[in-house]
């Protein structure tokens, strides 16, 4: 198989050319969203037993770790050679347990989509969040989305015929706890009126007259969240039509 980066090239300029593992798309997958739990692993894989052979065999070239961090299916993290063997100048680390709610809810909402028949034949790439803050620096101080889904110039649905949101780049939020409706808002109008990417300098991050950086945000929600960002959406008067509210895939909790 032919693996690519979230940016849409191929992942470290070949990198994983003679990688000794099978399913390397699900460990980049794995690498790209942190770490992943063995359950959504099987959904990646083919199956609960094709994810443990995957995660032993990962484990025994030192590409991988595993661990139960939470509650459920154990957790998987790729290593520092398992990063270097996919080509991916990712930062290694166990997944912060703080963040488990959330990595396992974003992954959940990757899986959901890329599974969509619109979405293979649109040939669409997530750019996930440790991709954009890896590209371009710890250190940022702006919020990042969970990650940015880019649909091709060319993009056609599963019907061959051209899909209208082709070109587009979406940002994503998964939305677990509710924030205040404040801070969502500011959240959401940072995101509507940006135009440059993430890591540009302060003068490129939104230039009157230049479009916008993402023609939508798609917030997935819990139902404890939903209610603080249906009224953040409200708060932005007619830019509330580039808010897209959707319920987070049922398996995305914890």
């Known amino acids: 198989m032919t693996s690519s980066s979230g940016d849409g090239r191929p992942l470290g300029g070949g ?11 699900a460990l980049v997958f794995a690498a790209d969203m942190y770490g ?15 994810a443990r052979a995957a995660a032993a065999r990962w484990r ?4 991988a770790e595993t661990a139960r ?4 299916a154990a957790w998987l993290w790729v290593t520092r050679a398992g990063l270097a063997a996919c080509g991916l100048g990712y930062t290694p680390a166990k997944p912060a347990l703080s963040r488990l709610a959330h990595i396992r809810a974003v992954a959940a909402a990757r899986i959901a989509l890329e599974a969509t028949a619109g979405y293979r034949a649109a040939n669409a790439f997530w750019r996930c969040e440790r991709r954009i803050r890896s590209r371009h620096g710890v250190g940022l101080r702006q919020h990042l989305p969970d990650a940015e889904v880019h649909w091709p110039d060319e993009a056609c649905g599963a019907d061959g015929a051209p899909i209208r949101w082709a070109g587009e ?3 994503v939020e998964a939305e677990l706890t509710p924030k205040s409706v404040a801070r969502t808002t500011a959240i959401m109008r940072a995101i509507l009126l940006r135009t440059g990417d993430y890591g540009c300098t302060v003068a490129e991050v939104s230039v009157p007259g230049h479009p916008p950086r993402h023609a939508r945000a798609l917030y997935l929600c819990s139902p404890a969240a939903l209610s603080t960002v249906l009224r953040a959406r409200a708060e932005l008067g007619p830019w509330s039509a580039r808010i897209e509210v959707r319920d987070l895939p ?3 909790p914890l």
């Open 15 to 25: 990198g994983t050319r003679g990688l000794a593992v099978r399913d390397v798309g």
């Open 36 to 50: 992943i739990q063995l359950d959504q692993l099987a959904r990646l894989a083919g199956g609960e037993r094709s």
């Open 69 to 72: 961090l939470s509650t459920g």
């Open 250 to 252: 049922p398996d995305a």
């Open 169 to 171: 780049c979406w940002a």
């Open 60 to 63: 025994e070239l030192g590409y």
